[in-house]
């Protein structure tokens, strides 16, 4: 008998949606000891999948038709005090996002001795919190437990709900994108422990990732979510592998490879040199210890003709800080930007105008960097109509430029929200294409999208490239989509640039701990992904 | 459009309170063929009560039409509270602005004489101001725009704040755009909607604000106006007690309008915030 057997589920949408079910006729089962997971592209289903087998559904969603069986028993028409104690007890659930998901006023150790107080297991939480907390890797349990979130790290934060989700010895955890917030090397380290104390334990495992090379990392049967069903079920190395589904199989050759090849290297002239640029952040003051952040130091870099140069490194790295001082979206306190031979850093907002014409900036979150309530057309022209080109002239340029980035002219005269983020992406790219830049900074283009979309906004970018001749500075956490589309790398850690050479180099043979470290943990390395 | 009006549509009592404004748009603006000739005319008998001597909600106590009074009172509440709202905006909005999108010193200086202004009860500050510079329709609009501000400042510099970081406003800056033509075309019409809500009930205040300053005798003597009427039934309201309610019922009425409209406007402005609490209730 199977732990969880999930039969011809099916939850419908409220009336309006795009379409009538969020999950349709979804079958699966997870076994004590496996872990089963379910990818999915964002609005797939498959978090609701998870939500259901939970009883975590929000009024709207109702289910239809189908049923959960859980140990036996049949959790769809178990009364709700019932399921409440089975949840925590026998089912548990981590999150995405380890910042919202714990109490920030309570200490750590509360909140897991609350787990065990509320299922009547509260006399022994003395003995057990501490046994907890090291069960998840935390240094020092005792001191863990007696701080409050906001002190650990987002790595820590999401141990500490592992801690609580495990603190009853569930025999299903289901874990919905479980390390999706958090870097690179930290992902590593929290799927390893997963898959640890599941083995351990001889749990079984739901997970919900959107992501193939975790998949490849973590699972041992994959169920492949399209649009509310499940297109494609079976064992780990047969879907990764040997794909049947067609859709399985564009999106495991959307994966970016990972493997960098060996470019020529570039010899022409410098377009941006960065020379001993440093910012630093200061707060508190008055009353308290006064903070110093070191976001940029040690960070030059320098950036030749019709080369891509690839910044990677973590959150806080201070990647996007440096690639900001760039286009002076932050004003660093010392060192020289030299744009061409001219130190763009001392220019007055005025001085500074021409040069916006030639170093453009595409954003990270297409949902935030174009204006609600201006349209495409007017969105993509108002660059050149500031610079002083007719707006006709401008429009009709506009209606050239979303060609090239392959969206319909049509668009022209409709607002954002009617599009998709990889649609936004492109417009976002448009504008900052319309003002003719020789110098492009991409901030994380592709991280907010799905991995299809992802591949066709680089494969847009790389030719936009190579047909333009644009110079570009790429900034990304993903050393996958980094060693796709870059010729040269920086990797950077705590504000300084420790490590830079051809990308194939650094790939091949990195020379820095923390290069190595962060190879180390992209995941599903040990997996290449079919030829199609 | 069509989706702004649906999802007022959906607040009942928004709809209602539209309605009731509107009537009383309306009362205004035909009040000089309603009741023709001067409101401060003698129309029947002191002290009749409602009904009586054809006069609808009856007479003061120097025989003038109550009714005819509301109805031109009407006007100068109305436009009042749009006036001295827009006056308002006009400085809360500016300040606001250049408080939020500037930050640093400009921020401090600004919030700091805001502070200076909301320190001092409000009410107060009007009478003192009304007072100084002589009762008239001008120094009354001006003393409730120079108490009702404030709010809009700060409501104003917090949008502004947030919006500052967003992406799109980097991507203005980044191609070049005068900060002018970035605080008017890119943050501003982003942070309308808590303003628009907000004025909705700056208007019923500035209402009741006038109300009240008539009501001490400090409003334009040669105006007819809902606190006058208010004011000087005061001292008979046991004998005639139509003389104070009927204005008193006008001002409840427009100021309950008012409040509702606002809310409708915040619900189909803000629908996501709207549809959780209809989705808690």
């Not at chain 1, 294409?433 to 790389?462: F, G, H, K, T």
Request: charged share 20%; glycine share 10%; net charge positive.
């Amino acid at each position: 008998m199977s732990l969880l057997r999930v039969d011809g589920l099916t939850v419908a949408l409220p009336p309006g949606g795009d379409r009538p079910h969020a999950v349709e006729d979804v079958s699966f089962h997870v076994d004590a000891g496996e872990i089963l997971c379910v990818v999915g592209e964002s609005g797939s289903g498959k978090s609701i999948s998870a939500n259901a087998v939970m009883g975590l559904l929000p009024k709207g969603l109702p289910v239809r038709q189908g049923s959960i069986a859980f140990e036996g028993r049949e959790l769809l028409s178990l009364a709700p005090e019932a399921m409440r104690k089975l949840r925590g007890e026998r089912l548990a659930m981590i999150f995405q996002e380890p910042m919202t998901a714990l109490n920030p006023l309570m200490r750590v150790g509360d909140q897991i001795a609350e787990v065990l107080r509320v299922h009547g297991s509260g006399a022994d939480a003395a003995r057990r919190v501490p046994e907890l907390l090291a069960a998840v890797n935390l240094p020092d349990p005792a001191a863990i437990a007696r701080s409050h979130p906001f002190r650990l790290s987002g790595g820590q934060r999401q141990r500490v709900m592992i801690a609580m989700a495990l603190a009853l010895e569930p025999a299903l955890l289901i874990a919905d994108e479980p390390t999706t917030a958090l870097d690179v090397t930290t992902q590593m380290q929290i799927l390893r422990l997963i898959r640890e104390i599941q083995s351990r334990r001889g749990m079984g495992v739901l997970f919900i990732t959107h992501d193939f090379g975790v998949v490849a990392e973590i699972a041992d049967r994959v169920a492949v979510m399209q649009r509310g069903r499940i297109v494609e079920q079976g064992p780990a190395a047969e879907v990764l592998n040997r794909p049947q589904h067609s859709y399985t199989q564009a999106l495991i050759a959307a994966v970016p490879h990972g493997a960098a090849q060996a470019r020529a290297a570039i010899t022409t002239a410098p377009v941006l040199e960065l020379r001993g640029v440093e910012k630093t952040y200061r707060r508190g003051g008055f009353f308290g210890a006064r903070a110093v952040v070191r976001a940029v130091h040690d960070a030059d870099i320098s950036l030749r003709q019709g080369e891509t140069l690839g910044l990677v490194g973590e959150s806080g790295s201070g990647k996007s800080t440096l690639a900001r001082c760039v286009v002076r979206l932050v004003e660093p306190e010392r060192g020289t930007i030299a744009y061409h031979g001219t130190d763009l850093r001392p220019l007055s907002r005025a001085g500074w105008k021409p040069y916006r014409r030639r170093i453009q900036m595409v954003f990270q979150d297409p949902y935030a960097s174009l204006n609600p309530r201006r349209t495409v057309g007017d969105t993509i022209a108002e660059g050149p109509v500031t610079h002083g080109t007719p707006r006709a002239q401008a429009l009709e340029r506009a209606r050239e430029l979303l060609r090239l980035v392959q969206l319909d002219p049509g668009a022209m005269d409709r607002y954002p929200h009617e599009f998709s983020g990889g649609q936004r992406q492109r417009i976002g790219i448009a504008r900052a294409l319309a003002m003719e830049p020789e110098l492009l900074i991409a901030d994380e283009p592709v991280s907010a999208l799905d991995v299809s979309v992802q591949a066709q906004v680089l494969a847009l970018l790389a030719e936009i490239r190579a047909r333009l001749g644009l110079t570009m500075l790429f900034i990304t956490h993903d050393l996958r989509v980094a060693a796709q589309i870059c010729d040269r790398v920086a990797v950077m850690q705590r504000g300084a640039i420790v490590e830079q050479g051809p990308t194939s180099e650094v790939f091949a043979a990195p020379r820095h701990a923390y290069t190595r470290q962060l190879l180390d943990s992209i995941p599903g390395r040990g997996w290449t992904p079919p030829e199609l | 459009m069509r989706d702004f009006w649906r999802r007022f549509r959906r607040n009942k009592g928004a709809v209602v309170g539209l309605v009731i404004l509107l009537l009383v748009v309306l009362l205004a603006a035909t009040a000089p063929w309603l009741f023709p000739g001067s409101p401060w005319d003698m129309a029947g008998a002191p002290f009749s009560p409602p009904g009586e001597m054809g006069m609808l909600l009856g007479t003061d106590s120097l025989g003038r039409d109550v009714a005819a009074g509301i109805a031109h009172g009407a006007r100068i509440s109305l436009l009042v509270g749009a006036v001295s709202t827009a006056a308002a905006l006009l400085v809360g909005v500016t300040l606001g602005a250049v408080a939020g999108y500037l930050g640093g010193i400009a921020d401090d200086a600004v919030m700091r004489f805001t502070e200076f202004f909301q320190t001092i009860p409000s009410f107060v500050l009007a009478i003192l101001l009304v007072a100084i510079f002589t009762p008239s329709i001008g120094s009354v609009v001006f003393a409730i725009a120079i108490v009702s501000w404030p709010p809009v400042a700060r409501v104003v510099r917090a949008e502004f704040l947030s919006l500052r970081g967003r992406e799109f406003v980097q991507a203005a800056e980044v191609l070049g755009k005068s900060r002018l033509s970035i605080v008017l075309t890119d943050i501003l019409p982003n942070a309308l909607s808590p303003i628009v809500v907000l004025s909705s009930l700056m208007v019923a205040s500035a209402i009741l604000l006038e109300s009240a300053l008539s009501f001490l005798g400090l409003g334009d003597p040669n105006l007819m106006t809902w606190g006058f009427l208010i004011g000087s039934g005061r001292s008979v309201i046991r004998l005639a007690w139509w003389m104070s309610v009927f204005p008193g019922i006008a001002i409840f009425l427009t100021v309950l309008a008012l409040n509702l409209v606002g809310e409708g406007l915040s619900d189909a402005l803000n629908p996501r915030l709207a549809r959780q609490r209809g989705g808690a209730a």
